[in-house]
């Protein structure tokens, strides 16, 4: 039998907060505990009868991943594949159990009833492991702070951005955003005040990107956006928007609203560039950016840059 799962060696981490995935993960686990039990109380129903209760009233008792599963409201962990696997499964094992308990009480068990109980129970468990292990991955690679995706899982992204992009021809863009003058933030206002700007921006950037597009924390002050299935010319349009969007914005602070700009290194990926050369590339970008005043926009085109 072969169990479909999503990639568990370079998984996508959940976007969601890293306090309210511990507590669902927690939850999880305390659940499928007594899911465990209730397969414990089938499978001795099965061979010993049970003197205490009907062998029906099974058909319509819950187990407490029944009661957890109703209650799950997080619509980024509703639709990941392998918790919406993990519901199908469990309502496949209560099926599975209703017929076993019904041939049991009739008399008229099959092995191969019990095969697919069986079968059923350890799918189970597959799809709860790969949920643990994206639960500690995801919190592994999210910056407590900002809740943005951190560096060090940046490369899994931008290296399967740039396969896809060499099988189909496709384009994709790399920018690298930092805050203009933001020592001079926390200097001034200090350290407290400087991560709430940080917050903040993390925050608009996350608003102003597409669904499909990736933001990073790339540095302290720095983030890296990488942006499928756009050219350069659009790209640049949508950077623009974004600083326009930061710079309009002032950041409410304990210490009053302070101002905040942008300077932002664009590329587009060219055939035969690798991962360093983008980089390297956008980090360029945003170096003539800052020399040529900051707060402004400099791609791979820099005739054509906006300011």
């Known amino acids: 039998m072969t169990i479909q799962v999503e990639d568990t060696k370079n998984p996508v981490p959940l976007p969601v907060d890293n306090d309210l995935l511990a507590a669902f993960f927690n939850d999880l686990d305390w659940a499928y505990r007594g899911f465990v039990t209730w397969l414990t109380d089938i499978n001795k129903t099965l061979i010993f009868g049970s003197p205490d209760k009907e062998d029906r009233q099974w058909e319509v008792e819950k187990c407490d991943l029944c009661r957890f599963i109703d209650n799950v409201s997080i619509p980024e962990i509703k639709g990941n594949y392998d918790f919406k696997r993990l519901v199908a499964t469990h309502n496949s094992a209560h099926e ?24 059923m129970a350890i799918r189970m468990n597959v799809y709860v492991d790969h949920l643990r292990h994206l639960s500690a991955f995801t919190i592994a690679h999210t910056d407590d702070l900002t809740g943005l995706l951190t560096r060090d899982v940046m490369d899994n992204y931008l290296q399967k951005e740039l396969d896809r992009c060499k099988r189909t021809g496709r384009v994709f863009c790399l920018a690298i955003a930092d805050l203009d003058h933001f020592k001079a933030v926390n200097d001034t206002h200090g350290h407290q005040a400087g991560d709430d700007v940080l917050i903040k921006v993390a925050e608009l950037f996350a608003l102003s990107v597409r669904s499909y ?9 720095e983030f890296l956006l990488l942006l499928p299935e756009v050219d350069e010319s659009h790209a640049l349009e949508a950077m623009e928007r974004m600083r326009k969007r930061v710079q309009s914005e002032p950041i409410a602070t304990g210490h009053g609203k302070i101002p905040v700009t942008l300077s932002i290194g664009l590329i587009e990926y060219k055939e035969g560039r690798n991962a360093e050369q983008l980089i390297r590339e956008a980090d360029e970008n945003l170096y003539a950016a800052k020399e040529a005043g900051r707060n402004q926009v400099v791609s791979g085109r820099k005739d054509k840059s906006l300011s």
């Open 96 to 119: 599975s159990a209703d017929a076993l308990l019904r041939s049991h009480a009739s008399g008229q068990l099959e092995i191969g009833d019990y095969e697919t109980f069986k079968r």
């Open 213 to 221: 597009d990736h933001v990073f924390r790339y540095g302290g002050e």
